[in-house]
């Protein structure tokens, strides 16, 4: 199993331009969700999904949308990019809610805005 | 809205030694889990150590253990014999239902 996969692992952007962060995973898990990481802070929750077709906010969900139309992939799209969207995004998935089931990261994505 | 503070930015230890991350986390709810994780310079998160809330009995995985103390709200985290591939940035996290919350984060040096 390759686990949780994220394309790119680097991206630059211009103010305003579009783009969408990649994740998948081959575990069949029900729930997939979207971290940003900024220094000093933490990981903060932007949206996450319970299944196919079901989708919803986090802690920090503007500027960001996404969708769930498979189990395997939950792309995160970044509609007019900003420098306060650089970040490193980490996708997770886990079978099924709550804390009982552990989360499995990606590797990350190192994205710039300037 | 569910809290985690860590207020120990930087931690250093001795190679072999014992040291203990602090975690606190504010909530309202009885039923949830707390984490620890990993992060080393290759920005992996790796999950060190999970409690749920409900069972008094403190976890231990091998050379990490915590210390869960329900009615303070606080979940510390200790390494036994430090190891230097224990350096790293380590986040207390909190999980109920569908919200998660991570700490700030703590950096781990460990001093051979």
């Known amino acids: 199993n390759a686990g949780v996969t994220q394309t790119p692992k680097f991206q630059v952007l211009k103010t305003g331009q579009s783009m969408t962060l990649q994740c998948a995973q081959d575990?069949?898990?029900?729930?997939m969700s979207w971290y940003r990481q900024d220094p000093g802070m933490g990981l903060r929750l932007i949206h996450y999904s319970v299944g196919a077709g079901i989708t919803d906010q986090g802690e920090v969900p503007n500027g960001y949308n996404v969708s769930r139309s498979t189990t395997e992939d939950f792309p995160l799209r970044l509609l007019s990019a900003a420098p306060s969207q650089t970040s490193v995004y980490f996708c997770?998935?886990?079978?099924?809610?709550?804390?009982?089931?552990?989360?499995?990261f990606g590797p990350g994505t190192r994205l710039t805005v300037l | 809205a569910q809290t985690v503070t860590q207020s120990q930015p930087e931690m250093s230890v001795q190679e072999a030694e014992t040291v203990t991350l602090s975690c606190t986390y504010d909530?309202?709810?009885?039923?949830?889990?707390l984490f620890w994780y990993k992060q080393p310079p290759s920005r992996q998160m790796i999950l060190v150590i999970r409690q749920e809330a409900y069972k008094q009995q403190n976890a231990t995985e091998n050379r990490f253990s915590v210390n869960f103390q329900k009615a303070a709200k606080s979940f510390s985290l200790k390494i036994s014999d430090s190891q230097l591939g224990d350096a790293a940035m380590y986040f207390c996290?909190?999980?109920?239902?569908?919200?998660?919350?991570f700490g700030a984060g703590t950096r781990l040096t460990v001093k051979p």
């Open positions: 575990m069949n898990h029900e729930y």
């Open positions: 997770a998935s886990s079978q099924g809610l709550a804390g009982r089931n552990e989360q499995f």
């Open positions: 996290a909190y999980r109920e239902n569908n919200d998660m919350r």
């Open positions: 909530t309202s709810e009885s039923d949830y889990y």
